[in-house]
């Protein structure tokens, strides 16, 4: 394992996740984070970009995923996420943070639910 790590936070998607008939027909805004594990020594000593993991091919994956099928959960959608990016990415490991901000919860205020988990290659 690497102790050396690519964030890609703050990333809003539209999607129609949930448990509900209205959120998986209206939608609504989905938000990631993401942490990669990869070793960027030799990258950071050589500047060269083939030796690390493009950033942008986190942000393109993981919005594949979130604007994709229609699923209940946010757990569903993590997991998919962190699969996505460990099958497809050279990273060690992946730990994802899916938000969902004011869920329908009985009419309250609530301002976000959160799902997180780490997953290793």
Known sequence: MSEDRIQVKGMK???????TEEEQSIGQRIEV???VEVD????????D????VDYTLIYQLT???VEG????????LAESIAGQLIGKLK??????KVTKPNPPIDNSVIG??????????
């Not at 990273?91 to 994802?96: A, E, G, I, P, R």
């Open 49 to 52: 970009p083939n030796l690390t």
């Open 91 to 96: 990273v060690d490991s992946v730990w994802v």
């Open 13 to 19: 998607f539209f999607g129609h996740h949930g448990v």
């Open 40 to 47: 960027l020594k030799h990258a950071g000593k050589v500047d």
């Open 63 to 65: 919005k594949e995923v």
């Open 33 to 35: 984070d993401v942490e």
């Open 69 to 76: 099928k229609s699923v209940k959960l946010i757990e569903t």
């Open 112 to 121: 976000y639910v959160a799902i997180e988990i780490q997953r290793d290659k």
